[in-house]
């Protein structure tokens, strides 16, 4: 039972547009940042937004975070076939003092 | 280029110790805070422990407090964790990570290794 809760699943056709949430509570996502992560089947976990809403370099612009108080998005644009991976969220929790992660969302175009 | 090399890992019997280490390249090591992320097999993403840039702050997941151990050496660019009282349910791929930032409240692992695989059976 993961602290943050994703969807186990999501899917798309190529083109479309999916968001995949990410819920959590006061003590982690109500008062910390959210970073999501993408990770390709058989390689390690890759960082896709951080700060909530940031992408690092390289990152295409179809990648997009938010956040609403104890929620979070992640949406994806433009949906091609080689976003098929598990995504998860990810953010410090002030009451177990240590980082908690999403179940994992995996995503098939 | 930024890389994180682990190693360590193994087979080993229930109850027994392993010490992974992780060494960094390509970045001002001291600079960041560091982190080691688990991930069993088929399982999702598990956080382990965090340390910050100077070691001041640690923290552990409640699942290994009392049994690993992070430790860094910011002159030999190396992160280490020692694992004790290993059991079954330590089994998983051991990623280190390099956070963005110094300080280790954070979860924006920016950079990560290949993993080293700990298999804890009898």
């Known amino acids: 039972q993961s602290v943050l809760t994703q969807p186990p699943s999501a899917s798309g056709t190529p083109g479309q547009r999916v968001t995949i949430s990410c819920s959590g509570s006061?003590?982690?996502?109500?008062?910390?940042?959210v970073n999501w992560y993408q990770q390709l089947p058989g390689t390690a976990p890759k960082l896709l937004i951080y700060?909530?809403?940031q992408r690092p370099s390289g990152v295409p612009d179809r990648f997009s975070g938010s956040k609403s108080g104890t929620s979070a998005s992640l949406a994806i644009s433009g949906l091609q076939s080689e976003d098929e991976a598990d995504y998860y969220c990810?953010?410090?929790?002030?009451?177990?003092?240590?980082?908690?992660f999403g179940g994992g969302t995996k995503l098939t175009v | 280029e930024m890389q994180l090399v682990e190693s360590g890992g193994g087979l080993v019997q229930p109850g027994r110790s392993l010490r992974l280490s992780c060494a960094a390249s390509?970045?001002?090591?001291?600079?960041?805070?560091m982190h080691w992320v688990r991930q069993g097999p088929g399982r999702g993403l598990e956080w382990v422990s965090g340390?910050?840039?100077?070691?001041?702050?640690?923290h552990y997941a409640d699942s290994v407090k009392g049994r690993f151990t992070i430790s860094r050496d910011n002159a030999k660019n190396s992160l280490y964790l020692q694992m004790n009282s290993l059991r079954a349910e330590d089994t998983a791929l051991y990623y280190c990570?390099?956070?963005?930032?110094?300080?280790?409240?954070?979860?924006?692992?920016?950079?990560w290794g290949q993993g080293t695989l700990v298999t804890v059976s009898s």
């Open positions: 990570a390099k956070s963005k930032r110094s300080i280790v409240v954070v979860a924006d692992f920016d950079y």
């Open positions: 390509g970045f001002t090591f001291d600079d960041y805070a």
């Open positions: 340390i910050s840039r100077n070691s001041g702050s640690i």
């Open positions: 006061s003590s982690n996502i109500g008062s910390n940042t």
């Open positions: 700060n909530n809403d």
């Open positions: 990810a953010a410090w929790d002030d009451s177990l003092n240590g980082v908690v």
